[in-house]
């Protein structure tokens, strides 16, 4: 009787563990990338903005640690505003929490390009820009270059 006892609390143990297995691969982020675009840059500009929209629709936060562009150095900014100064912050990681979103947007968090080349960033234009989590891996985002209508 012992015997078959174990068995069943073995099996009872096993299918718990199943299911736990089960809801947490269930439980991973999911990156989305809205209105993704860049500021068309002027001819003697060296830096321009990209702006847009990052949402984890997951159920786990998910933290963006690194972006890249063959066409540019490349970084996540904030602005923020001291004693009426404006002051762009580099963010070297950027959490992004389940059900939430990043908003990329002027005097706030922005991509800065920089040591651009303008006839690169010129209205019209494509730029891909990597985006890597860790987590989600890496996404790459095409970006259009638009004139600065903001």
Known sequence: MNNRRTK??????LLL???MNSVYADSQPEIVFEKFWI???PDVARSTAGYGVIKNKGDVADT????????AMIMLHKTE???????????????????SELLLEPMSFHLMFMDITPANFSEGKQITVKFEFETSGV??????????NY
């Not at 069943?8 to 143990?13: A, K």
């Not at 963006?64 to 066409?71: S, T, V, Y």
């Not at 505003?81 to 059900?99: R, Y």
């Not at 996404?139 to 600065?148: G, L």
């Open 8 to 13: 069943w609390h073995y099996l009872l143990v």
């Open 17 to 19: 563990l199943s299911i």
């Open 39 to 41: 500021v068309a840059a």
């Open 64 to 71: 963006l640690i690194n972006i890249r562009c063959d066409m």
């Open 81 to 99: 505003i001291t004693s009426g100064m404006a002051k762009m912050i580099h963010q070297s990681n950027s959490v992004i929490e389940a059900h």
């Open 139 to 148: 996404s790459e985002v095409n970006m259009t270059v638009k004139a600065n």
